[in-house]
């Protein structure tokens, strides 16, 4: 039997690390949707989009083919073709996709993608309204959070670590702000689920959290 691992919550919990780690231990697929709204953000940016532009938006986004394969193990996004896996982490792209995230002819598109990978086999999927709405039957739904200092702290290791010149009280405002864009937005808003149980990463490391939640999935039967 098929199960589904529903994993939201805010920019920098560690959605994406702990759902790696998680997949890997339970020997099912990733999918990292955040990477194919930030394709589709590349995109728009890449024809001269303006985010404000909703028309715009709308009618262009169809013209996006976004595809996700696996080699080694590792989520790769197509974007019309192209492997965009190292153009789609900067500041630049995540500020633009939090703005384009909102309309709704980009969600449809990509939910369906979601969906349709879901219904192949088992996943842990992680993004902000996964237990809403792509997959409101998870057999697990997890609402992943933490501190937006300590969100903020990780997510300036992170780009540090990469080469990226960034400043500490940006990242954090940054963090602040799409926060607020991806709980205020209309449609399919970041909230926490009924159903998730909600766990609060800002005092435990990666290990501690994939180990809580690999123990709520055994209890609800996932192997
Ligand atoms: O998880 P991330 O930082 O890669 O996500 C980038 C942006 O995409 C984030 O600001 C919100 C949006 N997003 C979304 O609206 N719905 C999802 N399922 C995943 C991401």
Known sequence: MNYSIAIDGPAGAGKSTIAKQIARKMGCIYVDTGAMYRAMALFLLRNGIAAQDGEAVSRKCREADIAIRYENGEQIVYLN????????????????????????????K????????????????????????VLPDATVKIYLTASSAVRAKRRYAELVQKGERCDPDTIEADIIRRDA???????????????????????????????TIIGICRRKGCL
């Open 181 to 211: 864009q991806d709980m205020n937005r209309e449609i399919s808003p970041l909230v926490r689920a009924e159903d998730a149980v909600l766990v609060d990463s800002s005092d435990m490391d990666i290990e501690q959290v994939t180990e």
């Open 110 to 133: 990509l939910v369906e993608l979601q969906q349709k990978i879901a219904r192949e086999g088992s996943v842990v999927m992680d993004g902000r309204d996964i237990g809403t709405c």
């Open 81 to 108: 073709g192209e492997n965009v896996n190292g153009l789609i982490r900067t500041e630049e792209v995540g500020i633009m996709t939090s703005c384009v995230a909102v309309y709704p002819e980009v969600r449809r």
